[in-house]
């Protein structure tokens, strides 16, 4: 079955500080992962996938995330926070072998203090 | 492109009233989702179609939820009759497989639905 889990309900991080947004997932097919951020009272913005190739990809806003086969994880980094990071963070997948459905994490909190 | 587009983004109906929320998708996407969010259940998955067809609708909660999907530009979801455990956020999301690189969904600003 297809699932994601991230076990974080809120990260708080100091300003200047490295971020790490945990999300594992379950997947039958090739996994293709992506990171949305959502700021209040908007829509989900995408941030970043992974599709296949280097397990380190590049995103939007200084983001980064891992791909890790082995562990089934794909966690989400930047080395340096900014207050305006603080948001809400889902990690979502989709089966690669047989796209349908996008299965989306319980989001977690980001807040970044000063 | 100027992205999913929602309509109205903000609704206020009266309990029993019928409600239709409005999307349009991203031009050339094949895939389209509605979602709820509140904070007690998180983003739920209610519908998605593909090709104008729906695939699954397991996520939708009864039976006074429907949505449809006439042409590739346009979806409703329709609520009737409307209650207040109904009130959440709705969003609407597009997403194209095509060439298998551009897989990401893409979000609409949402639909505010305040039943009361």
């Known amino acids: 079955a297809q699932s994601v889990a991230q076990p974080e309900d809120q990260v708080n991080v100091a300003e200047g500080n490295p971020l790490t947004v945990k999300c594992t997932y379950s997947v039958s097919g090739n996994p293709y992962l992506f990171w949305y951020v959502q700021y209040p009272n908007r829509g989900l913005q995408f941030l970043l996938k992974?599709?296949?190739?280097?397990?380190l990809v590049k995103g939007s806003y200084g983001f980064e995330a891992e791909f890790n086969k082995s562990q089934t994880s794909f966690h989400l980094k930047k080395p340096s926070a900014l207050v305006s990071d603080s948001a809400l963070y889902f990690c979502?997948?989709?089966?690669?072998?047989?796209?349908?459905?996008?299965?989306f994490g319980s989001g977690t909190k980001l807040n970044v203090k000063p | 492109d100027a992205g999913v587009i929602q309509s109205p983004r903000h609704e206020v109906t009266e309990m029993g009233q019928e409600v239709t929320l409005r999307c349009k998708p991203i031009s050339g996407h094949d895939y389209l989702f509605w979602y709820r969010q509140t904070m007690m259940r998180g983003l739920e998955l209610l519908i998605y179609f593909n090709n104008n067809v729906p695939i699954d609708d397991s996520g939708m909660p009864e039976d006074r939820f429907s949505a449809k999907m006439p042409n590739a530009s346009f979806s409703t979801l329709k609520i009737q009759p409307s209650e207040p455990r109904d009130s959440a956020v709705y969003f609407c999301?597009?997403?194209?497989?095509?060439?298998?690189?551009?897989?990401?969904?893409?979000f609409g600003q949402g639909t505010r639905l305040t039943v009361v």
């Open positions: 999301a597009s997403s194209s497989v095509q060439g298998r690189s551009n897989t990401e969904a893409f």
């Open positions: 992974y599709i296949t190739g280097d397990n």
């Open positions: 979502a997948v989709r089966d690669g072998g047989n796209f349908n459905k996008f299965y």
